[in-house]
């Protein structure tokens, strides 16, 4: 079991009367990469300033080592942070950005000069001590502004959004960069984002929130397969999500069939939210399918093409690599493993219905992201 | 369209910096005249060096200057900091209350902080000289305050907010977090602040006119009451320096800047930046040395142990060593060591009675005309004089005791005696024509004539024209006065004080009425000027006499000064030097024959049979009186 360094306890964060979080409870262990992912608005930035120490929780205790650190100043937190727009020094070079918390802590010049060498060395930047950081890329700044946290050695590193002034190939390498990082220094990094890719692919666990309140915690594949809520699972990734009943266990209703499924322990008929990820869908000749529908629009995504196609009025997102023309009539398989069933929330009839389905959809949500703070 | 931009840019540049070039030729003039340049020299300069009192006057601009910009600095950088993290609406709210004072006119600032520097002063703390160097200093940095703001605002603005959130992150106190990150950040608005309070200060005039008492005083406000006589040469070499200081300093401003934009371009060497931190360190610990020292002799510098003497008078109006004369002062306190004379001006009788009345100012002397002592002694604003103290009033004139202003010789010894006459060019005025005062409304000379600008000189003349009393209370005379005015208006080509020195002398006007002591001065520089007593009809003579105000804290110290200037040998120098009459006929044996002997400077009893004096007239008459004036003399619309 890894030991534990961080607990947040009942957090509430009110700003001019409005919630921003709602009872937030979460630990952090050492040497883990979790991220905190969530829409713009979700209180994701604002948990990551709190255990930074920049904002004091209205209500509930942060604590370090199992000792309350809520009045503790951010400078005499064992956190270093790594700002969303790098926030680098502009009068300062690359030598003295970096060896800036060093200097501050008044550490010998010697052992300044051999580690702000040694993070040189770690990010990539070497023989860049004396550039001027305005001279530097955006991916060059942005290592210098994790070797400047790191080279203070803190237990915990925070990152805000670090990725998102980055272009999307960039954006790519800096993650197995931070990934690299962070299992070659051994440390805590708390990731915030609210790129489901991202999150999905560097983490050790991912927390989902969604309006001031935590919706999952999970490693993940668990996050990715198992989504508890209509939300979690529209949020990562693609569903179509439909109301159905659990007849029984293993068994579940709905469009007017049964089928079999692998979950369990719901009440006799009770309402659940089936999902059904696009990429588990298989398309068949009409006469196999057990339901039978038509293709409305097909967008090519590379990979593969987005198919949206009408059961009975109701839209589904179909991920294939195989062409079928508009107005084509198509049949679909749905195996037991491609269903999974979930407990009915706030969030249901709210998500996975994709009657309203346009090419430019998944590009406004990550602007609307980008926002964020 | 290109050709018509840079033409009119030209044009502009020309018409700012004109001034400054005539201002400059000057400077290096050997004659005194601006029209005309004579030739080149460095006298002025070496003159102005040998100034004392313009060098000590300059050093108080200096110092307050420095002084208010730089504590004006420090907190208007910490303000601005305060009010940039308060939340948006409250701080737009601030900021508007900040920007107030600099769109307030001067003059109400000044008249405001000068109320409450006397309120807290007098009142409260029960001070009896409330207006000092302390109170300049508060103001000059009062309205210092919101330029510093108006500049590093906007640097705090640009600056990512996140900058600060990171160094607090690696290890910085919110105070190191300031000086390492913030600050760097918002230098180049809190030099150009500092170097705009910095002007702001050294060139205010209106503001420290009214905070000021007489015991510190800086150079615009000194050199505004030199009104009377023309500015001499050497302050021309003082302004050119002035000028060339602030040139320097905002090319140097604008050149650090352009540097620091091209070194951002340019990839840093290490080197450099040791050598840029050395010399940061170096200019702070001269600024700051330079405060400690500012600041260190101004709490030394009064700990002597001396009397201070308070003389508050009319600019240029005692011999100050210039050209051969004595400096009174000086051989003052030769003579009395343990007096030290703290002397301050001022520009005419009505603002030396608003500054007295207003309080919270020492002053021990003071040098008013007849029918403004007349006043102060009506309103109980003068003390009696010990003429124990005072043997040398003996040597005064039996004309000058039992006056109408001081009947019975309780409150004032005189200083300065002179008349009101004809002064007009024989080039182009009919000798035939000059018969008395009817000579300034004669049509032939129309647009050539210019008149009193001040409303108890102007009445007077018509009053002598009329045959009235010039001390009437009779309405309707005054009426008949300002009828008589109105119909010399149109012949008027203006209503001047003391311009009429560059329009006699350059032949502009032909016509004109003035002091005589004044007159005597533009003949010696134009010799078709003549003067002319219309001893017929009567003029006004005038005495400007010593008195002590109630606010006296020196009243020996005073008196021995009034009797060390009522002896023969100095007021004959005194005089000699400032071309007055002196009251005391023993002092014309140490005078010039010249200026004895001038019917001028000294007409004979018959000339002056028909000359009268002003009295102090009722509050209410004065104000109708003004009101005429202002009415027969304004422009026709």
Redesign the interface.
């Known amino acids: 079991m890894a030991k534990e360094l961080i607990r947040l306890q009942d957090l509430v964060m009110e700003f001019d009367g409005e919630r921003i979080l709602d009872g937030i409870n979460l630990y952090f262990n050492d040497h883990e990469f979790l991220t905190l992912l969530g829409p713009s608005g979700c209180g994701k930035t604002t948990t990551l300033r709190i255990i930074g120490g920049f904002l004091t929780p209205t209500s509930g205790k942060v604590l370090f080592d199992g000792k309350e650190v809520n009045d503790v100043p951010p400078y005499q937190r064992q956190v270093n942070t790594v700002f969303q727009r790098y926030a680098l020094f502009p009068h300062l070079d690359v030598y003295d950005n970096i060896a800036f918390g060093l200097n501050v802590a008044k550490v010998d010049k010697q052992e300044i000069h051999d580690r702000v060498h040694e993070m040189l060395g770690i990010v990539g930047l070497k023989g860049y001590e004396n550039r001027r950081v305005e001279s530097l890329s955006g991916g060059q700044q942005q290592r210098v502004a994790i070797a400047r946290a790191l080279v203070n050695r803190p237990k915990v590193l925070l990152l805000d959004e670090p990725l998102a002034a980055l272009d999307l190939r960039l954006r790519k390498d800096m993650q197995n960069e931070l990934k690299r990082i962070q299992q070659a220094m051994g440390i805590t990094f708390i990731y915030v984002t609210h790129d489901q890719e991202e999150a999905l692919s560097m983490s050790d666990t991912v927390v989902v929130m969604d309006k001031g309140r935590i919706q999952q915690i999970g490693r993940p594949e668990d996050i990715y397969n198992e989504p508890k809520n209509a939300f979690v699972a529209d949020f990562i990734g693609e569903s179509n999500i439909l109301d159905g009943t659990m007849l029984a266990d293993y068994k579940v209703r709905f469009f007017g069939r049964n089928f079999e499924c692998l979950d369990k322990g719901f009440a006799p008929n009770e309402p659940v939210d089936v999902v059904i990820r696009p990429e588990d869908i298989d398309i068949v000749p009409p006469e196999q399918g057990h339901l039978v529908g038509t293709v409305t629009s097909v967008t090519f995504k590379g990979l593969n093409y987005d198919i949206i196609c009408e059961f009975r009025g109701f839209k589904w997102l179909i991920q294939t690599t195989d062409f079928h023309p508009v107005g084509a009539t198509i049949g679909i398989l749905l195996n037991p493993e491609d269903i999974h069933i979930m407990k009915k929330s706030e969030y249901s009839g709210m998500f996975g219905d994709y009657s309203s389905y346009s090419a430019e959809y998944d590009e406004l949500t990550e602007d609307a992201g980008n926002e964020e703070d | 369209m290109k050709h018509a931009n840079r033409i009119i840019t030209a044009l502009i540049l020309i018409f700012l910096y004109i001034p400054m070039a005539v201002l400059i030729v000057a400077s290096f003039n050997t004659g005194t005249d601006i029209t005309e340049f004579e030739g080149f020299t460095l006298q002025q300069y070496v003159r102005l060096f040998q100034d004392d009192k313009l060098l000590g006057l300059l050093g108080n601009s200096l110092l307050i200057s420095i002084l208010a910009s730089g504590i004006a600095t420090v907190f208007g950088t910490l303000a601005a900091v305060g009010i940039n993290s308060l939340n948006p609406k409250l701080r737009k709210l601030v900021m508007s209350l900040t920007d107030i004072p600099m769109t307030n006119p001067d003059i109400v600032t000044g008249i405001s902080l000068s109320l409450l520097f006397v309120f807290v002063g007098t009142t409260m703390l029960g001070q009896k000289e409330s207006l000092t160097f302390w109170t300049l200093l508060i103001a000059h940095i009062t309205f210092n305050l919101p330029y510093v703001i108006l500049n590093v605002m906007p640097k705090l603005k640009q600056m990512?907010a996140?900058?600060t959130?990171?160094?607090?992150?690696?290890?910085?106190?919110p105070v190191?977090a300031f000086f390492?990150?913030t600050l760097?950040?918002i230098m180049p608005g809190v030099i150009s602040g500092a170097i705009m309070a910095f002007t702001m200060s050294l060139d205010d005039f209106v503001i420290s006119y009214f905070v000021t008492g007489n015991s510190f005083i800086t150079l615009p406000v000194e050199i505004y009451s030199y009104v009377k006589k023309p500015v001499a040469p050497k302050v021309y070499a003082l302004f050119t320096l002035l000028f060339l200081l602030i040139f320097v300093l905002m090319a140097a401003m604008n050149l650090m800047q352009l540097r620091a934009d091209q070194k951002?371009k340019e990839?840093?060497?290490?080197v450099e930046?040791e050598g840029m931190k050395v010399f940061k360190r170096l200019v702070a610990v001269t600024a700051a040395a330079a405060l400690v020292i500012g600041c260190g002799w101004l709490i030394l510098h009064p700990a002597e142990e001396k009397v201070t003497l308070n003389v508050y008078n009319w600019g240029q109006y005692i011999s100050e060593g210039q050209d051969d004369t004595i400096d009174v002062i000086a051989e003052f306190e030769n003579a009395y060591p343990w007096i030290d004379v703290r002397y301050s001006t001022y520009s005419d009788n009505e603002t030396m009675y608003t500054k007295l009345s207003g309080g919270g100012i020492t002053v021990d002397v003071i040098i008013p005309s007849d029918y403004m002592v007349a006043r102060l002694i009506a309103e109980g604003m003068l003390l009696e004089l010990d003429f124990s103290n005072i043997p040398n009033y003996a040597y005064v004139d039996e004309a000058f005791r039992n006056t109408a202003y001081d009947p019975e010789n309780k409150y004032s010894v005189p200083y300065t005696w002179g008349t009101v006459g004809i002064i007009y060019n024989t080039k182009y005025v009919d000798e035939a024509d000059v018969t008395g005062w009817e000579l300034l409304w004669n049509k032939k000379y129309d647009d050539k004539i210019l008149m009193f600008g001040n409303s108890r000189d102007a009445f007077g003349i018509a009053q002598y024209l009329l045959g009235y009393d010039v001390n009437t209370t009779d309405p309707a005379e005054l009426r008949a006065c300002a009828n008589k005015l109105k119909e010399q208006r149109p012949m008027v080509q203006q209503y001047i004080m003391d311009e009429i020195f560059a329009a006699m002398e350059n032949e502009e006007a032909w016509i004109a009425t003035y002091y005589a002591g004044d007159c005597l001065t533009m003949m010696e520089n134009n010799p078709d000027l003549a003067f002319y007593f219309p001893q017929e009809q009567g003029f006004n003579m005038f005495i400007d006499a010593m008195c002590i105000p109630t606010c006296c804290q020196e009243k020996e110290a005073a008196e021995l000064f009034i009797n060390f200037l009522c002896d023969p040998w100095i007021s004959g120098q005194n005089m000699n030097a400032l071309g007055y009459s002196t009251p005391i006929s023993a002092a014309k044996d140490y005078m010039d024959p010249e200026m004895v002997e001038s019917e001028l400077a000294y007409p004979s009893e018959e000339i002056l049979v028909n000359a009268t004096s002003y009295a102090y007239l009722p509050e209410e008459i004065t104000q109708l009186v003004e009101a005429l004036f202002q009415e027969a003399t304004k422009l026709i619309d």
């Open positions: 990512d996140s900058l959130d990171a160094a607090m992150d690696l290890g910085c106190t190191q390492k990150v760097h950040e951002r990839t840093r060497v290490r930046t």
